[in-house]
């Protein structure tokens, strides 16, 4: 799992105090909710036509957001 999957998955979980001990529970509507949120910011910023990632500058058209999607969450197509 690359680190912005691992941080969007970190935020998706509900801790939950039992009184005697707490536990956490993913909520996987958050999750996906988070992924989704991720993804309509890179297609807003590509539709300005640049995106950075990191130190890494490249100008991109909104048509190549789906690239850039798989691109930013190192996913393979």
């Given at each position: 799992?690359?680190?912005?999957?691992?941080?969007?998955?970190?935020?998706?979980i509900?801790?939950?105090?039992?009184g005697?001990?707490?536990?956490?529970?993913?909520?996987?509507?958050?999750?996906?909710?988070?992924?989704?949120r991720?993804?309509?910011?890179?297609?807003?910023?590509?539709?300005?036509?640049?995106?950075?990632?990191?130190?890494?500058?490249?100008?991109?058209?909104?048509?190549?957001?789906?690239?850039?999607?798989?691109?930013?969450?190192?996913?393979?197509?």
């Open positions: 799992m690359n680190d912005l999957i691992a941080k969007l998955y970190d935020q998706s509900v801790v939950k105090d039992h005697d001990y707490v536990d956490g529970e993913l909520d996987p509507v958050k999750f996906a909710e988070l992924i989704v991720e993804c309509m910011r890179v297609c807003e910023v590509a539709e300005t036509g640049l995106l950075t990632h990191g130190l890494k500058e490249q100008s991109y058209g909104a048509a190549d957001a789906k690239r850039y999607i798989s691109d930013w969450f190192e996913v393979d197509e």
